[in-house]
């Protein structure tokens, strides 16, 4: 029999890298992942699925990954973009919709957002227009549209502003639309219906709208603390402005103020069902309640079993690393080595890749907490996104203000600054026979750039000192 030939778009993103591992244990699927940055897809997946890199404003690439493909999912979206992200979301589906047309693909699946027209936030409107855009042709070709509200799983956004907020605040003085309803899924509940999707037998545009229970945020707040074995008590007050909010969401939880004030925006207006085409085609998925959701979200993260998490992607124009992995254009060097005698390469290693997190920065970890502070304050990451899990790292992987931009096993580490600075910054390491070899390379904007480089040196010495010779004397520890 012959296979169905399956792309899916998005791949390095929180969705697509979960659905990859859901259609991977179909043998009767052929993946093809289309990737802005192939080094980001894991080494066991390459082994088992077809790659083709490329974005979908590169119209030869898209042509390309497309060939011989029955099925394609669209999972792609430009809300990190600093440019017009409507008109490259626009241009996206676009591009994406005549690909496939013109490629005799049979059936294209798209996640959107749930919510109507006329009370949508921006981002939402341009998730709708996306949507209307790759079912505009039905007679060209099938669309399935599904549109899901607040997605709870390991990693997601949502989940971790209410995990973050259930946990630290016992009290909670809330605005007006910690009330508003909307349509909570689990992520898992999610992955059931892209998967079964691929073999449902329809025609022409099908929009599913997908939710379990309908609650309000507060609602939901409340649950998660339930499930934390915590009693929290919520008073909502008119006087908290959006971007007020959003401020509060930065400082106590782990998103930056963009995202923070985009999910803000989004729950000003109520996002429910719309339709029950869920149930009708659906019948067999039967949507966990959002207790069961944080229960399970919380068991993935306790297991140190997160899949993928909310800042995998940069979701910008381009993908954060690509061509990000050769410091080479720096200008200003740290360099420090450390000789690790007879412990194996593989244990120094292992020790660079746990740094960060929870973990921490050693010895002066509040000075690495203070830059943090100082980076979240100017809209930044700062140091609390943390990691994905705790002994392991791959290339696009978020480690608290950085990104991994390369890993070769054994033999070289390298993160990005994704910090606000006047400049462009990279940590790396290289285990060159029995010396670690750390450097801080940066590359200064302007008399500013220099300016901050040279103020914070004194700081470099302690902290970049303290951190190799502690992930040798990790490393040895641990032989
Ligand atoms: N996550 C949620 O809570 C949620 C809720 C409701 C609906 N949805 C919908 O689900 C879909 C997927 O969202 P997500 O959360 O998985 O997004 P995400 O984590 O931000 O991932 C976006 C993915 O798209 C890729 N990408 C972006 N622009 C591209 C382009 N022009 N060409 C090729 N690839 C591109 C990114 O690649 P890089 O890795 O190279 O950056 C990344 O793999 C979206 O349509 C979203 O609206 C998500």
Redesign the pocket.
Known sequence: MDKTRILI????????RRLKNRLLAHQDYQLRL????KR?VGERARQSVEIVEG???NKEKLALALVGIDVAFY????MGADKDFKSLDRT?AENFRNACIAAGVKKIIY???LGVKETASKHLLS?IETGEILSARPNDITTIWFR?GV?IGSG???FEIIRNLAQKLPVMVAPRWVNTKTQPIAVDDVLSYLEESVSLENTGNTVVDIGADIMSFREMMIAAGRVMGLKRFIIPVPILSPRLSSYWLVFITTVPFKMAAILVDGLKSETVQQNDNAALLFPKIKPMSFEHAVQHAIDEIEKDQVVSR?C????GEV??IIYQDDPSSAIIRDRRMVEFGNVLPDKVFRSALAIGGERGWYKYNVLWRLRGAMDKMVGGYGLTRGRRVSGELRI?DALDFWKVADIKPNKRLLLLAQMKLPGKAWLEFIIEGNMLIQTAHFYPRGILGRLYWYSTLIFHNLVFQDLIEKIVKNAKQAE
């Open positions: 778009t998005g791949a390095t993103g929180y969705i697509g289309f990737v802005r940055n980001k974005d979908t404003f999972l792609i979206h430009s996206s996640l959107g957002g998730r899901a997605i997601s956004a949502s909310w995998d992607s940069s979701a993908c954060d696009g």
